[in-house]
């Protein structure tokens, strides 16, 4: 069974600050994406990495693909309140093709 | 070009009852999947159906089904509703087997 363990679970900071969010598995993807949720709606896919060691960067977001497509991380620079939300990583793999979602990062970022 | 639509957003019922969710996807996307959110479990994946078909399904009970018609549209059943069900039931658009997915902004289910 494929899965995604994300780290921190929980991060509270201040606005202006650098945060980094993991996401690690055991499991090889072929694919990765990074989404974010806010209380009452759906993911919104912000992006997907493909390539082992692929460097995408997005405004202040900055998400790296590990060599061996088996983690990600997700790094923001100068953290604004409206980054605030549940930032979840899901990997594409394996026979089936199945997107499976990590356990979940929940951001709070106080002015 | 109009995102993917689940009806109805909130819904109560009570236990032993059913219930039947919808997704429209996003025009042109044939996979449909559906997932259940809840606190402590997180995104949970129910199943997958693509052209109609059941590609994928995850680790839960037979009281959990689905299927999709043939314009793409799917539908969620839930039977003999336990307390336990109540969560958020996201529905993800893709087009092929290897695109990025689209969500719902779900439909919050809350058994009484």
């Known amino acids: 069974t494929q899965l995604l363990e994300q780290s921190p679970q929980f991060l509270s900071i201040q606005e202006g600050e650098n945060l980094t969010v993991y996401c690690n598995s055991s499991?090889?993807?072929?694919?990765l994406q990074w989404y974010r949720q806010e209380p009452g709606e759906g993911p919104v896919l912000l992006v997907t990495?493909?390539?082992?060691?692929e460097v995408k960067k997005l405004k202040r977001l900055t998400f790296q693909f590990g060599d061996a497509r088996k983690d990600s991380s997700l790094h923001i620079t100068a953290a604004q309140t409206g980054d605030t939300g549940l930032y979840l990583c899901?990997?594409?793999?394996?026979?089936?093709?199945?997107?499976?979602f990590g356990t979940g990062t929940l951001l709070a970022v106080q002015p | 070009k109009a995102g993917v639509t689940q009806t109805p957003r909130y819904l109560i019922k009570t236990r032993g009852q059913q219930v039947t969710l919808s997704c429209s996807p996003i025009?042109?996307?044939?996979?449909v999947s559906w997932y259940q959110q809840t606190p402590g479990q997180g995104l949970q994946f129910l199943f997958e159906y693509f052209s109609e078909t059941q590609r994928n399904k995850g680790n839960f009970p037979g009281r959990f089904s689905g299927r999709q018609f043939s314009n793409s549209r799917s539908e969620m059943n839930v039977s003999t509703l336990e307390l336990g069900d109540s969560a958020l039931y996201l529905c993800?658009?893709?087009?092929?087997?290897?695109?990025?997915?689209?969500f719902g902004q779900g439909t919050r289910l809350t058994v009484v």
């Open positions: 990495v493909v390539t082992g060691g």
């Open positions: 993800a658009s893709r087009r092929g087997s290897d695109t990025e997915a689209f």
């Open positions: 499991s090889v993807f072929s694919s």
């Open positions: 899901a990997g594409e793999g394996g026979a089936t093709n199945k997107l499976i």
């Open positions: 025009s042109g996307h044939r996979s």
